[in-house]
């Protein structure tokens, strides 16, 4: 089935410095999603992405698709300690998975003030 | 709106035993999957109903089924517990199509002793 590798596994920042978390697919995917996941809770919904090329902001998150729609990044800039969590990709093969969501291993975040 | 329910929110139990967990999804949302989260092997896809139809199924053994009722409500049982079945299992529900992401409930935390 499909998968996607996440890199990197933890992130250690200082509040303020910028952060990246990487997935990526050997094949091409139809459309990446984007969750976070705090300490303790539950994945919520972050964003879509389905063109090739594809750039999201949503305030200081950036995201991207990939031209070959191969790979996507979620970049955080000026991370702030409400940014802690772990940030999952995750992707929905196409034709009959419905509902089923293929998630990366996820990336967990901690923020140093 | 409301968002997803899930019941009870922790739960032990014994090897062998059985347990029930329930779901209520987003009102308007037909779409129901359920998700095993584990630190180990992090979020696997269990099942996905549709209109009280199974739609899709990951790679569990017999012991995890589920069903969908018609006001989209689910439930998912593990039968023959055993030790590894102890977990956070994550409902998600969306509407027909995943495009507006799908939405999660906090989780029951099954504890096996």
């Known amino acids: 089935g499909q998968q996607v590798m996440q890199i990197p596994q933890y992130q250690h920042v200082q509040e303020g410095e910028d952060f990246t978390t990487y997935c990526n697919s050997s094949t091409t995917l139809s459309n990446i999603q984007w969750y976070k996941q705090r300490p303790g809770g539950h994945p919520v919904f972050l964003i879509q992405?389905?063109?090739?090329?594809e750039v999201k902001k949503q305030k200081r998150l950036t995201f991207q698709f990939g031209e070959a729609k191969k790979n996507s990044s979620l970049h955080i800039t000026a991370t702030q300690t409400t940014d802690v969590g772990t940030y999952f990709c995750?992707?929905?093969?196409?034709?009959?998975?419905?509902?089923?969501?293929?998630f990366g291993q996820g990336t967990i975040l901690t923020v140093h003030p | 709106k409301a968002g997803v329910t899930q019941t009870p929110r922790y739960l032990i139990k014994t090897r062998g035993q059985q347990v029930t967990l329930s779901c209520s999804p987003i009102s308007g949302h037909r779409s129901v999957s359920w998700y095993q989260q584990t630190p180990g092997q992090g979020l696997q896809f269990l099942f996905e109903y549709f209109s009280e139809t199974q739609r899709n199924k990951g790679n569990f053994p017999g012991r995890f089924s589920g069903r969908q009722f018609s006001n989209s409500r689910s439930e998912m049982n593990v039968s023959t517990l055993e030790l590894g079945d102890s977990a956070l299992y994550l409902c998600?529900?969306?509407?027909?199509?995943?495009?507006?992401?799908?939405?999660f409930g906090s989780g029951t935390r099954l504890t096996v002793v």
């Open positions: 995750a992707v929905i093969a196409g034709g009959t998975s419905y509902g089923k969501l293929t």
């Open positions: 992405l389905v063109k090739s090329g």
């Open positions: 998600a529900s969306t509407t027909e199509y995943s495009n507006y992401g799908y939405t």
